[in-house]
Antibody, heavy 119, light 110 residues
């Protein structure tokens, strides 16, 4: 069974960089797309971006200038970096597996990790 | 890209059918048959219900069905049950090779 686990600091100061890691177990990250999604408290889902195991990425245009998603196939991990954060970036951050195509549905999700942006 | 438009809330009595719409543009919903639907219960991760407009993953009840016409996709829940009370989100692939979620719909079982 594929399992995804997000990890990282739960508190980030304004203007700093948010850094999260998604560790995948039960399958290799090779041949799939891997997505980051976030959900502010009490609000809806927002797609942040995805990466193919080869390193090819696509990002939400509204976040593109601040986001970097990377992959470490040797560790079976996907990483998210979001710089210059503000309170508006406070959210539950999920990683999710897409399929073998960029349009594939998100079939496995982590439980999410809450990140609060506050001084 | 703008979020796809969903009704904020839909309600129905047990046993009834309800339909949730998801309206986008010719650059997302209308461009491809790559619309998925997710169910999210409180404090839980979203669960895939429908993919590629109308296909159900293994294990998903056949009470859930999807369709699309033009720039609007729809999710229908038949034989509404108490356990269907949750938030529902659509998501579409776009012509820019990105993805965009819907605004979300809260389903209430009366």
């Amino acid at each position: 069974q594929v399992q995804l686990q997000e990890s990282g600091p739960g508190l980030v100061k304004p203007s700093e960089t948010l850094s999260l890691t998604c560790t995948v177990s039960g399958d290799s990250i090779n041949t799939y797309f891997w997505n980051w999604i976030r959900q502010p408290p009490g609000e809806g889902l927002e797609w942040i971006g995805h990466i193919y195991y080869s390193g090819s990425t696509n990002y939400n245009p509204s976040l593109k200038s601040r986001v970097t998603i990377s992959v470490d196939t040797s560790k079976n991990q996907i990483s998210l970096k979001l710089n210059s954060v503000t309170a508006a970036d406070t959210a539950l951050y999920y990683c999710a597996r897409g399929g073998k195509g960029s349009a594939s549905p998100l079939d496995y999700w982590g439980q999410g990790t809450l990140v609060t942006v506050s001084s | 890209q703008s979020a796809l438009t969903q009704p904020a809330s839909v309600s129905g009595s047990p046993g009834q059918s309800i339909t949730i719409s998801c309206t986008g543009t010719s650059s997302d919903v209308g461009a491809y048959n790559y619309v998925s639907w997710y169910q999210q219960h409180p404090d839980k991760a979203p669960k895939l219900l429908i993919y590629e407009v109308s296909f159900r993953p293994s294990g998903v009840s056949d009470r859930f069905s999807g369709s699309k016409s033009g720039n609007t996709a729809s999710l229908t829940i038949s034989g509404l049950q108490a356990e269907d009370e949750a938030d529902y989100y659509c998501i579409s692939y776009t012509t820019s090779s990105t993805k965009v979620f819907g605004t979300g719909t809260k389903v209430t079982v009366l």
